[in-house]
T-cell receptor, first 116, second 114 residues
């Protein structure tokens, strides 16, 4: 069964340092997409970054990068040069191509707090 | 202006009341979704719609119904609200169902059922 696991309920990082948020996934579908979303305290879900299962290179979007290790089924989010505004909950999600539902499966989230 | 809007943003209602949550989008996407978020459980899919005539149940559809009035509008109804439906509800849209398609979320509706 498809599953996303985020093992870190909470993380702290010092401002301006880098932080890695872990995500592992389980699927038997060879074609899938992995997403990271940010949810600040205001509640909205903000798309951050996407990685396709066939992508040869790790995705990057500004200060966000995705450390994709396909054999280990991990898709960790790396935030460089943390800012106070990065304090939020972060969700890893997976979308499979088979079945064509477009459904996203979410992990339970990691709360990140950036210390000044 | 936001591409995906939800109304109301907050709602408190009583057990047994009927309530409708509305979602509108200006992204021109065909696919729309309703998710529910409970603390510690991430988001779970309630219903999804490929187009106006194609509506499908998600993993937790019991107690909910939906209506796709137009490409841009997708409403979620609770026919008889109960306290365990207290949650944060999100509408999302995507262009298509390929694994590469990104879902874009509305701001959420915080629903409390007393």
């Amino acid at each position: 069964a498809q599953k996303i696991t985020q093992t870190q309920p909470g993380m702290f990082v010092q401002e301006k340092e880098a932080v890695t948020l872990d995500c592992t996934y389980d699927t038997s579908d060879p074609s899938y997409g992995l997403f990271w979303y940010k949810q600040p305290s205001s509640g909205e879900m903000i798309f951050l970054i996407y990685q396709g299962s066939y992508d040869q290179q790790n995705a990057t979007e500004g200060r966000y990068s995705l450390n994709f290790q396909k054999a280990r089924k991990s898709a960790n989010l790396v935030i460089s040069a943390s800012q106070l505004g990065d304090s939020a909950m972060y969700f890893c999600a997976m979308r499979e191509a088979s079945g064509n539902t477009g459904k996203l499966i979410f992990g339970q989230g990691t709360t990140l707090q950036v210390k000044p | 202006d936001a591409d995906v809007t939800q109304t109301p943003r907050n709602r408190i209602t009583k057990t047994g009341k009927r309530i409708m949550l509305e979602c509108s989008q200006t992204k021109g996407h065909d696919r729309m979704y309703w998710y529910r978020q409970d603390p510690g459980l991430g988001l779970r899919l309630i219903y999804y719609s490929f187009d106006v005539k194609d509506i499908n149940k998600g993993e937790i559809s019991d107690g909910y119904s939906v209506s796709r009035q137009a490409q841009a509008k997708f409403s979620l109804s609770l026919e008889s609200a109960i306290p365990n439906q207290t949650a944060l509800y999100f509408c999302a849209t995507s262009l298509g169902g390929e694994s590469t398609d990104t879902q874009y979320f509305g701001p959420g509706t915080r629903l409390t059922v007393l």
